[in-house]
């Protein structure tokens, strides 16, 4: 069986928080709202654009405007990878699976064309095999269709799902890997409380992926 693994994007792959948390802020600040801490900002990624926005807003007894939402995606976009870096060790640890035969592929709640633009702009999307974005299918994580369709990107059939691994750092990553049958790893430095982990394997830095994958591979 081929040993597939899925990767969570923002809090696993790229410390990308510094960027959202610009143009959320610069959003807030034009709406004339006070805007957010780096923490604040944590709390808030992993369930897609939308709900950030959503939560921002709500913090602040404003409600929901799609115009908001749009206005904030643009500017993020121009600036995704301004201050967004891979976590220390991710590019080395990349590469590692690569060469022990791993196909790569990103499962994000982001929106796709913004995952790409930062991908790019850190130079990782060149190692990645597929990028299946929050709005590539009609469902995102916590929903295991996500990490189902993104199999499907790189021709695999569902039943895929028994070699493949699912690294991130929200509990919506360990809840879609184990509904779709993928094992899921918990990626310790990344923005999600401990607790998000659920009981799966941890990893406390991406330099540990390669033997931990390595213990969870198919024979
Ligand atoms: O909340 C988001 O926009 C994306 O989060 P994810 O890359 O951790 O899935
Ligand atoms: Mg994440």
Redo the contacts with the bound molecule.
């Keep these: 069986m081929e040993r597939i693994c899925l990767l ?5 792959l790229l410390d990308s928080a510094p960027d959202i948390r610009g143009a959320l802020n610069r959003l807030m600040e034009r709406h004339g709202m006070a805007g957010f801490t780096l923490p604040e900002v944590h709390r808030m ?5 939308k ?2 926005v959503e939560q921002a807003l709500a913090a602040r007894d404003r409600p929901f405007e799609e115009a908001l939402l749009s206005s904030f995606v643009a500017d993020y976009e121009a600036h995704a990878s301004d201050e967004t870096r891979p976590f220390p060790g991710v590019l080395d640890a990349l590469e590692a699976l690569r060469a022990e035969g791993w196909r790569l592929a990103v499962c ?3 929106p796709v064309r913004a995952a790409r633009i930062v991908l790019e702009g850190c130079g990782l999307l060149p190692l990645l095999d597929a990028v299946a974005g ?1 709005d590539s299918f009609a469902v995102r ?1 916590p929903d295991p269709g996500h990490l189902i369709g993104t199999l499907a990107m790189l021709e695999l059939p569902p039943e895929a799902a028994g070699g493949a691994v699912m690294v ?3 509990s ?2 360990v809840r879609s890997a184990r509904a779709a049958g993928v094992r899921p790893v918990f990626a310790a430095w990344g923005y999600g409380p401990p607790e998000m982990a659920e009981g799966a394997p941890v990893a406390q830095t991406p330099a540990e992926l390669p033997a931990i994958l390595r213990g969870l591979a198919p024979r």
């Design positions: 969570d994007l923002d809090g696993t990624i992993g369930n897609g654009v709900v950030t994000t709640n982001k929050g994580k991130g750092d929200h919506n990553d």
